[in-house]
């Protein structure tokens, strides 16, 4: 069965630099999750959202930025990068058929230097 | 805030006993609580939930119990298998975090043959 697929896997910038990671959520899927995960941290929540709208925010950085599309894939948009941006980051799609169980995908490991 | 802790970073387990893998939340909104796993290059998979209407769910190997008053939950694996090490992330949603997860630091468990 088809996953979620993040792009691309691995990311190299230097600070103040943009970075853009996608995200294809499963088909069928009407909400699309953005997570943090810093080294030995919890994943933390980004940003969501439901038939292409916003729905839910949490601890996103200003000068970050994120949408759906009409082909409900997502982009998390990165500006301005900074050191403490390293990390893994997570998109989840759900269905709502079970709440609360989103399915991720690998993952985009951003490295800034 | 961490509103979600799994304060033993890692267990180690003999297979066939029981693995306990213990979380605290702190916020008394959350009403809905999972179990994720997941294993290393890969995103976190969902294993088992229970909403807080109830105190115990079952699913094969795999049992959550929930105490809402100590606010506290534990997810127990038995028999253990060598297939069952990886990262156990506890979460919760509800009330003001919509639906959006919040996720422990995770526990690492490790069973040994």
């Known amino acids: 069965a088809a996953g979620v697929i993040q792009s691309p896997r691995h990311l190299i910038k230097e600070k103040r630099e943009t970075a853009t990671l996608k995200c294809y959520p499963i088909?069928?899927?009407?909400?699309v999750y953005w997570y943090q995960q810093g080294p030995g941290q919890d994943p933390q929540f980004l940003i969501s959202f439901y038939e292409k709208m916003q729905s839910d925010k949490g601890s996103i950085p200003d000068r970050f930025s994120a949408q759906q599309f009409s082909d409900y894939h997502s982009e998390l948009n990165m500006s301005s990068l900074e050191l403490g941006d390293s990390a893994l980051y997570f998109c989840?799609?759900?269905?709502?058929?079970?709440?609360?169980?989103?399915?991720f995908g690998e993952g985009s490991r951003l490295t800034v230097l | 805030d961490q509103q979600v802790k799994q304060n033993s970073p890692s267990l180690s387990v003999q297979e066939g006993r029981i693995s306990i893998l213990n979380c605290d939340y702190t916020?008394?909104?959350?009403?809905?609580f999972l179990w994720y796993k997941k294993y290393p290059a890969e995103g976190p998979t969902f294993l088992i939930s229970?909403?807080?209407?109830?105190d115990k769910n079952e699913d094969g190997r795999f049992t959550v119990f929930l105490n809402k008053s100590a606010k506290h939950l534990s997810l127990h694996i038995v028999p253990s298998q060598p297939g069952d090490s990886a990262v156990y992330f506890c979460a919760a949603t509800g009330g003001n975090s919509g639906y959006a997860l919040n996720f422990g630091k995770g526990t690492s468990l490790l069973v040994t043959p």
């Open positions: 916020n008394s909104m959350f009403d809905y």
């Open positions: 229970i909403s807080s209407i109830k």
């Open positions: 088909p069928r899927h009407d909400t």
């Open positions: 989840a799609s759900s269905s709502g058929e079970r709440f609360g169980e989103l399915f």
